[in-house]
């Protein structure tokens, strides 16, 4: 039982800035990939911010040169720093994880988070 954990949404003006932050339970060994996912009421889920190991992060083009992603691979973390935000930017945010092996080899193909609600004023 992988759990995610999220934190740091909350209400901002637009133009201000949000961090939010997940952990993976400490049953965790190892996961592949990091990130976050939004979805807006009505909407489709999409992706914000992906991490595979150290490689270089991907954003989604509505996000790219506001919103930055920060993995710590030894801790199983996982921030989203998020700058300039727009009222379009208002989502539940959702911690993903995708091949997570916990401590006793058990495999997990992807784990979600409970989501942290983001909404911005203007």
């Known amino acids: 039982q992988v759990q995610l954990a999220e934190s740091g949404g909350g209400l901002v003006q637009a133009g201000g800035s949000l961090e939010l932050y997940c952990a993976a339970s400490r049953n965790v060994f190892s996961i592949h990939a990091m990130g976050w996912y939004r979805q807006a009421p009505g909407k489709q889920r999409e992706l914000v911010a992906t991490?595979?190991?150290?490689?270089?992060?991907t954003y989604a083009d509505s996000v790219k040169g506001r919103f930055t992603i920060a993995r710590d691979n030894p801790k199983n973390t996982v921030y989203l720093h998020m700058n300039s935000l727009k009222p379009e930017d208002t989502a539940v945010y959702y911690c993903n994880a995708d091949g997570v092996v916990t401590t006793t080899g058990e495999l997990n193909l992807e784990v979600w988070g409970q989501g942290t609600l983001v909404t911005v004023s203007s």
């Open positions: 991490v595979t190991g150290n490689a270089t992060p």
